[in-house]
């Protein structure tokens, strides 16, 4: 399977953190101190007490840009750091790519004093929801069945915990899996998909017969037909989910 030392190389173009994402999970942190960022790639949603990221890729490690916290390269599932290092721990898009999610999370909850923040998604609801791996790329859903994590199992894992709604902008500047769920054409970018994972390791041999489709059903019109109502919508649920859990 591909890493993010061969599929992160240009995350830093399509990958800008989103205002309005950024603000809710600024909120989950609360009144945070010290914030250590797991799975940090090249450092979207930090806060400024960000003290330190944990990132497995030196290629991600390298986008990081000038001022960002210190980077230690690293894995979740065993974190260079004492217990309780920081106030709040949060990981972002990543537990999905991790070997082992519960070593992963003890990490998580040892480092963590006080709270522990996972953005994610329930694979149910973005397979039913999201028309793009719905309608035209069920091979990308089908990668994203190997390796989605339950959002019930992690609230177990963690100890409890809530679950808030991600409901994602029309016009997100986040270019992850749905942002461009009110921008189709974008879809048919591969300097879009190549930010992706769902996309770049599902590959584009087998994305194309669905990419050929989506590309005349907008020739045609007929996309803009059948999704009338998205294109009246500011954003949308499509299954992202932030967890929070306090110590």
Do not use: K
């Not at 709270?115 to 790329?137: A, G, K, M, N, S």
């Not at 986040?174 to 770049?200: E, K, N």
Request: overall charge negative; charged content about 20%.
């Amino acid at each position: 399977m591909a890493t993010y030392d061969t599929i992160g190389a240009t995350y830093a173009r399509t990958r800008q953190p989103d205002p309005r994402i950024a603000a809710q999970i600024h909120a989950a942190l609360g009144d945070a101190t010290d914030v250590i960022n797991v799975g940090a790639g090249a450092g979207s949603y930090e806060p400024p007490q960000t003290v330190l990221a944990v990132e497995p890729s030196q290629v991600m490690i390298t986008q990081r840009p000038p001022g960002a916290a210190p980077a230690a390269q690293a894995v979740a599932e065993h974190l260079p750091l004492r217990d309780n290092a920081a106030d709040a721990v949060m990981a972002l898009l990543t537990v999905h790519h991790w070997a082992d999610l519960a070593a992963g999370i003890r990490e998580l909850r040892r480092v963590a004093r006080r709270r522990v923040v996972i953005l994610t998604w329930d694979q149910h609801v973005f397979r039913e929801r999201f028309w793009l791996v719905r309608d035209y790329l069920p091979q990308a859903g089908a990668f994203d069945d190997t390796r989605a994590v339950p959002t019930d199992q992690l609230i177990d894992l963690l100890g409890g915990g809530r679950q808030e709604p991600v409901c994602i902008p029309h016009d997100c500047i986040d270019g992850f899996g749905a942002a461009y769920w009110r921008r189709p054409h974008a879809y048919l970018d591969p300097r879009v998909r190549a930010g992706i994972s769902m996309l770049a390791q599902t590959g584009d041999d087998a994305l194309a017969p669905g990419l050929a489709r989506l590309a005349a059903d907008l020739a045609t019109g007929s996309w803009h037909s059948r999704h009338a109502e998205l294109l009246a919508l500011d954003s949308i649920d499509v299954g992202y989910r932030l967890l929070v859990t306090e110590h």
